[in-house]
């Protein structure tokens, strides 16, 4: 098994700024489309902006979906960052019309738009903002409880339960900014993106896994 951290390329961005902050930790990470190689691989990211709907469709098609979901059951780690953590939940609504389409379900939960959640200022949620430690977690080790990471989001992860839920924000009302179910761990935030925390935040998941 390769010591590599896998990011996954299902099509929807932001891959090369993730991979590039993984490797200045001083780790390794390879870009992965292939579904039968990510079982070589010990632990995995899985980041992206875009669609709900459209990411599960394609990751659906190409098989990324079960073998997501069986590299997870083998007890290895994976981080979904922003739409990737999204796409951890059960279902989601963005990109449909009626209802909503199934998710990833690795954290059992709902994605739904800010606006019916409640939310009357700006969106999408774009910019700094705190993030609130929920529950103590190895993953805010040398995070102070506060801080600023840096969202841009239109939709927002509603955990089944409170026991998930990791780290928030505020936009009005609370929204899930870190969501964790065993090996499964998801920000909403991008930690890529967020300064010296963000790239701690990524450093504490590297090396508790």
């Not at 902050?21 to 489309?33: P, R």
């Amino acid at each position: 098994m390769t010591q590599s951290i896998a990011i996954i390329d299902y099509g929807c961005g932001n891959l090369a700024s993730v991979q590039k902050a993984v490797t200045a930790l001083g780790f390794t990470a390879e870009m992965i489309s292939d579904p039968s190689t990510l079982d070589r691989y010990g632990r995995a990211i899985l980041p992206g902006v875009g669609s709900f709907n459209a990411a599960m469709n394609d990751m659906t098609h190409t098989g990324l979906a079960d073998s997501i979901r069986e590299f997870c059951g083998s007890g290895k780690p994976l981080l979904g960052i922003c739409l990737g953590m999204q796409l951890l939940a059960s279902s989601g609504t963005e990109g449909v019309t009626h209802d909503s389409v199934p998710g990833l379900d690795l954290v059992p939960g709902e994605v739904v738009s800010l606006r019916s959640m409640g939310v009357t200022l700006s969106v999408p949620h774009v910019g700094w903002n705190t993030l609130q430690q929920k529950q103590p977690s190895e993953l805010f080790g040398g995070v102070p409880d506060g801080t600023d990471v840096y969202f841009v989001h239109s939709y927002g992860f509603c955990p089944d339960k409170s026991d998930h839920l990791m780290g928030a924000t505020e936009h009005g009302v609370e929204i899930s900014a870190i969501v964790k179910k065993d090996n499964v761990t998801g920000c909403q935030f991008h930690p890529e993106k967020s300064s010296k925390i963000g790239y701690r935040i990524l450093q504490n998941w590297v090396s508790l896994c």
